[in-house]
């Protein structure tokens, strides 16, 4: 009859034992999850940063900007121009969804500030896309720069007279004279250019528009 009654306490002291143990593993378990999921993850390198912004690098697609802008002939001229915006920030593209009305307004304002007989040398127009870039990355306020003010490009200080094809001067006593000659486009400070360049690869760095490109540039 002992014996009888020792072999069910003996069962349920193994039963207890296991029950136990199984519960001592899944703490061990839980303790051991938690700690590789919640222990503090090491900070990527610089390497695996970069890596991590050429795998996310895309385009943003503006609606086309058409201005009017002053000229030395006489006649309206109009600026036409499409913009491409690089960016690695996979929250560019919403945050310049929502900012689009002050994106516009402020790129007008910069295209709006040129001339006719100076956007088509190429120094005006790297000055003029790094101004884009200055002022749409504080419009999104990602690098901490002050409001550019557009740099509007020197003027010559007579009209300039259309392009034609050289001419031989003429010969005295003929009676002919030869063509008015065409001033020549004022050169573009290069202080100003490596100023605002300089100053544009900052905000690159630093903001969320890492370049601006022109894929249409059109005067008419």
């Known amino acids: 009859m002992a014996d009888a009654e020792a072999k069910p306490k003996s069962g349920k002291g193994k039963l207890i034992i296991i029950a136990v143990v199984a519960l001592v593993v899944l703490a061990a378990a839980g303790g051991a999850a938690w700690w590789f999921l919640m222990r503090p993850k090491p900070a990527p390198t610089p390497a695996q940063q970069a890596a991590q912004r050429e795998k996310d690098i895309h385009f943003i697609t503006l609606e086309p900007f058409l201005t009017n802008i002053a000229s030395q002939d006489g006649n309206t001229h109009y600026l036409q121009v499409k913009i491409d915006l690089k960016t690695s920030d996979p929250k560019a593209d919403d945050a310049v969804k929502n900012l689009t009305p002050e994106i516009r307004n402020t790129v007008l304002r910069i295209l709006a500030s040129q001339h ?70 004022p050169a573009i400070d290069p202080k100003l250019l490596a100023a605002t360049t300089a100053a544009a690869q900052q905000s690159a760095a630093q903001g969320p528009i890492s370049g601006v490109y022109f894929t249409g540039f059109v005067v008419q």
């Open 116 to 185: 006719a007989e100076q956007v088509t040398n190429i120094g005006a127009r790297d000055l003029i896309r790094d101004q884009i870039l200055l002022a749409i990355n504080h419009v999104l306020g990602g690098d901490g720069t002050q409001q550019p003010t557009p740099v509007v490009m020197p003027v010559p200080s007579a009209p300039i007279a259309p392009a034609v094809a050289p001419v031989t001067p003429a010969v005295a006593g003929s009676g002919a004279s030869a063509p008015h000659a065409a001033a020549s486009l």
